[in-house]
């Protein structure tokens, strides 16, 4: 399974960016889904998470009521729309698939997107 994370930028805080996590191969829909974010020498950070069938979602508290992960199937691909945003949030962000149902811990995650860029400027 290979994975392609698009859709960062920079953006002013209080704006929104939306990023894509689009998967290859039909093996895609037999994962969870998790969005991770990584900011220079810190740890992967969980962000959120989707079930395979997207009925159960998943977020770190940081970014509940600003952040929402979504799933079109058909596309194969994994939305997070992110609105309200802050400086803290900067970092590159990574998609991951994992068997493992609302996992928050990056070793569990079997494949990872190349990570993109999101900068939030005061």
């Known amino acids: 399974v290979q994975l392609q994370a698009s859709g960062g930028g920079l953006v002013q805080a209080g704006g929104s960016l939306r990023l894509s996590c689009a998967g290859s191969?039909?093996?895609?829909?037999?994962?969870?889904t998790g969005w991770f974010r990584q900011a220079p020498g810190t740890d992967r950070e969980f962000v959120a998470s989707i079930s395979r069938g997207r009925s159960t979602t998943y977020y770190t508290d940081a970014v509940k009521g600003r952040f929402t992960i979504s799933r079109d199937i058909a596309k194969r691909t994994v939305y997070l729309q992110m609105n309200n945003l802050k400086p803290e949030d900067t970092a590159v962000y990574y998609c991951?698939?994992?068997?493992?149902?609302?996992?928050?811990?990056?070793?569990?995650?079997?494949?990872w997107g190349q990570g993109t860029q999101v900068t939030v400027s005061s």
């Open positions: 191969g039909p093996e895609f829909s037999n994962y969870a």
């Open positions: 991951g698939l994992t068997r493992v149902h609302g996992s928050e811990w990056y070793r569990e995650y079997e494949f």
